[in-house]
């Protein structure tokens, strides 16, 4: 028996597998945005539709729900409904907002009009919102409590479970 | 009836590959030979009840049998037949029992070509082989099953992830890998069988170095293609990124290169033989590290790991893997005696130290610069990335040693050399190190790495080329004919040695273009209107104009640029962007000019359809193409030194035969004489 081979050896393993095991479960695609903690870009962006600028401050006092996205998004697809039911479930409990990414006041307006909405919808012209969000591809939605401060960010269809747990997160703070 | 048919032959497989080990290491226990007959006989069956089920496979997706879960989920009716082959590695699933059916394919072979050698040793080995076997069968019937039932099959599916369909590369490069990665299964299971039996014997080392050897040559080729792939599909004009999956590939090449030359010190003075099996093992190791990194096989998940529910199972069995192999280690590394000593550092068995030292070097430094972001965020919660400065601050000085080794080791004499001798057979190739420094400075170079990698480049080209073709040299010296030299000298009786410069003029190569082109090339972006030009490194582009063509599943935007050189027109190139329904940002598609000089790459940026603009992205990368040649080149090297004149070599020596004394008796012409077999049963 060669202890050291023994040790060495076996220390290298446990090491390896260690830190394989608690990497196990790890989502290595999400990326922490480094916004979160922070107070939420500010906007002021036309209403599709209606023409009416809406300011993100105006909506200070209630967890946002912000949701980067368009129509040439298959996933956006998925979880229109998913929004659209949470908003009109949690009513004045949280707002609502959709924000377009690089896509058309028409395309958008037929597609609320077919598929339904309950809450306003911005169209982010220049893309200038989304640059400042640091948006990579749509869907993204970030999650922001009363004082307007950024507490979660996901990436791809949310689920309403992912909401729910996200909006607790946001009414804590 | 197939998925029932599928799950019985997976079943069967578990079991017959269960019973196989253990028939197996009680045979290698007890020394019977009826017991070492009937693991034979259930390494056939294991092979042959996997190769049923993945021709099942194949036969449900080609038959479109939506019934099996596996085919449900990447089958589809309107993708053409090769797409639909090759679904059998698209998904993770697929690809672990084609993982199971190339194990399979090598077990068979494996088992066949020792089937009246080694006896001492070989139970152990089917035994290990079975219990790598088993695993995956379990893998198959459980966690992996892709003969699942679907209750009320569909009428069609979805077709496999669109980026496979994107490229032919992605066709080849997964086949090559598995045979690369699944491949060191057999050395595994021969190392550890030397271990258990406490000893290796020089006859064991042929087949040993025969069974590292061809998975090498593939795994070689695998890690190229899939630069290759990457240089060709991805758009940012480079070839190595230096992602988790990538090193997953390079981390047991390295043990494994390191294992071949390592060995050849074995062979030649009987010392580090614990060492050489341990590479060996370390090599398998890897391999399943890689495995669980990429869940299954590289593809599905080109840049997420372990999401999938095999994780925890893989990571079981790498453990249990670790632990097999580092008792093994503890116990049995000491009886493997040696029986000679190292003569002097400055001497041809000195440098295969300083190799080892270097590639064992480079695997820990790519190991940890690999596992680094789960350690931090383990530690500290913080999400991190390893990036390309701290690989290349490593890995550049390394790989600049290597290629000093490649010169001044292949130089070196075997043993004690006098002060003459080592200047006789070093000075020489400065000449070519001058020459390829002198090219460098005279194009252009001025990056030290560089000039010093073209040095030790031109030393080791020189070194290489008088190596490769002494033998020959020597014969014609000796009065020989130009063909018999040629084909005993270097094919025959210097065939080993032949291969194994074939493939140090291909690292040779690689590697000063890897230098080169990382180093001295020249990138720009432009944002372009139609007529517009723009000029790099000697090139000019003028953009032509945009135009969309709509495919079932994707939707293309292709832009067309005039390549000019000199004035002249070389080419014109169409690089795209793809949306594809499923995906949720464009995909975009790099058009290539390539030369032996260098590429011109282009890959859109933006477009601007109203305006008829683009933004474009030029990338002239100098000697890239001779990163694939060379390679390639490396490849055959390889298999010129694996594949012909196995038996007869063997036959000749135990025969008896007088070695002809042309072969360079008393010469460093060393690789020419083949060595007595001193078989240990």
């Not at chain 1, 609320?112 to 909405?117: F, Y």
């Not at chain 2, 997420?304 to 093994?328: D, E, H, K, N, R």
């Not at chain 2, 001779?626 to 025969?655: E, H, K, Y």
């Amino acid at each position: 028996m060669n202890r050291t081979v023994l040790i060495v050896g076996l220390f290298l393993a446990t090491a390896v597998v260690g830190v394989l095991f608690l990497g196990l479960g790890k989502d290595p695609q999400r990326i922490d945005s480094p916004l979160i903690g922070r107070t939420a870009p500010s906007f002021a962006l036309r209403e599709a539709g209606t023409g009416d600028t809406i300011a993100l401050e105006q909506f200070r006092g209630k967890p946002v729900v912000l949701n980067f996205w368009a129509t040439w998004c298959a996933p956006c697809y998925e979880e229109h409904p998913i929004l659209v039911a949470n908003a009109r479930r949690l009513g004045s409990q949280a707002q609502f907002v959709g924000v377009v990414f690089q896509d058309t006041e028409e395309k958008i307006l037929k597609f609320l009009r077919d598929r339904g909405s309950a809450y306003p919808t911005v169209v982010d012209d220049a893309g200038k919102t989304a640059i400042a969000y640091g948006v990579g591809g749509v869907p993204e939605t970030f999650f922001l409590d009363a004082d307007g401060t950024i507490v979660a960010k996901h990436d791809g269809p949310v689920s309403t479970e992912l909401l729910q747990a996200n909006l607790v997160k946001a009414m804590q703070r | 009836m197939n998925p029932g048919l599928g799950r019985f032959l997976i079943l069967a497989s578990l079991l017959v590959a269960t019973a196989g080990a253990l028939v197996a290491f009680a045979a290698g226990r007890t020394g019977s030979q009826e017991g070492l007959k009937w693991a034979r006989r259930l390494a056939y069956a294991f092979a042959a009840l996997m190769a049923g089920a993945t021709l099942l496979m194949e036969y449900a997706l080609l038959t479109h049998d939506f019934s099996v879960s596996y085919v449900a989920q990447v089958g589809s009716r309107s993708v053409p037949a090769w797409v639909t082959i090759s679904s059998l590695w698209s998904s993770l699933e697929g690809s672990i029992l084609f993982w199971g059916f190339v194990l399979a394919a090598y077990i068979a072979i494996a088992t066949w070509m020792t089937r009246d050698r080694y006896r001492e040793y070989m139970p152990d080995a089917i035994g290990v082989w079975l219990s790598s076997a088993a695993f995956f069968s379990f893998l198959l019937a459980g966690p992996a099953n892709p003969f699942h039932t679907v209750p009320i099959p569909p009428l069609d599916g979805p077709g496999p992830n669109p980026l496979l369909q994107n490229h032919i590369l992605m066709v080849v490069h997964p086949p090559f890998l598995y045979l690369g990665f699944v491949g060191m299964t057999i050395p595994f299971g021969l190392a550890a069988a030397a271990l258990i039996k406490g000893r290796l014997g020089h006859g064991f080392l042929k087949p040993i170095r025969e069974a590292l050897l061809l998975p090498w040559v593939f795994l070689t080729i695998s890690i190229m293609l899939g630069g290759w792939w990457a240089y060709e599909v991805l758009g940012w004009g480079g070839y190595w990124a230096w992602d988790p999956v990538e090193n997953a590939s390079l981390l047991p090449w390295l043990t494994a290169t390191a294992a071949l030359h390592s060995m050849m010190v074995v062979e030649r003075r009987g010392i580090l033989k614990g060492w050489t099996t341990t590479l060996i093992l370390a090599t398998y190791l890897l391999v399943i590290l890689g495995t669980f990194m990429t869940r299954s096989g590289v593809f599905n998940s080109v840049h997420s790991f372990t999401q999938s529910s095999i994780g925890p199972t893989i990571l079981a069995f790498l453990a249990a893997a670790l632990i097999f192999s580092v008792v093994l280690l503890a116990t049995r590394i000491d009886r493997l005696e040696a029986e000679g000593t190292i003569e002097g550092a400055v001497s041809r068995e000195g440098m295969f130290l300083v190799n080892n030292l270097m590639f064992v070097l480079l695997t820990f430094t790519v190991l940890i610069g690999t596992v680094f972001p789960l350690i931090v965020e383990a530690v500290n919660g913080k999400q991190m990335s390893v990036g390309r400065p701290y690989f290349d601050s490593m890995v550049v000085p390394a790989g600049a040693a290597l290629l000093f080794l490649l010169g001044v080791g292949p130089a070196l004499p075997w043993g004690r050399a006098t002060r003459e001798q080592l200047r006789r057979a070093l000075l020489p190739p400065l000449a070519g190190a001058a020459v390829f420094l002198l090219a460098g400075l005279a194009f252009g170079v001025r990056t030290p790495w560089t000039l010093l990698a073209l040095a030790f480049g031109g030393y080791a080209a020189q070194v290489t080329l008088h190596q490769m073709w002494l033998p020959l040299v020597q014969r014609l010296r000796g009065g020989d004919s130009f063909a018999n030299a040629l084909v005993d000298g270097q094919l025959r009786r210097g065939r080993r040695r032949f291969a194994s410069y074939i493939v140090h003029a291909g690292a040779v190569v690689t590697l000063i273009a890897i230098g080169v082109s990382s180093t001295m090339k020249s990138e720009g972006e432009y944002q372009l209107s139609k007529g517009q030009s723009a000029s790099l490194a000697g090139y000019t582009i003028t953009f032509l104009g945009v135009e969309d063509r709509a495919e079932p599943h994707r939707h293309s935007t292709i832009a067309s640029f005039a390549v000019l050189k000199n004035g002249t027109q070389k080419t014109i190139l169409h690089p795209r962007m793809n949306q594809y329904e499923t995906m949720r940002e464009p995909i975009g598609t790099p058009d290539v000019y390539t030369t032996a000089a260098g590429d011109v790459y282009l890959s859109i940026l933006n477009v601007d359809r109203m305006q008829q603009s683009v933004g474009v992205s030029m990338v002239q990368t100098p000697l890239v193409v001779w990163i694939w040649i060379a390679v390639i080149l490396m490849g055959i090297g390889g298999l010129v030194g694996v594949i012909p004149g196995r038996r007869s070599a063997a036959a000749a020596a135990t025969a008896g035969v007088t070695l002809s004394r042309e072969d360079g008796e008393g010469s460093p012409a060393d690789g020419a004489i083949p060595r007595p077999a001193r078989e240990g049963a």
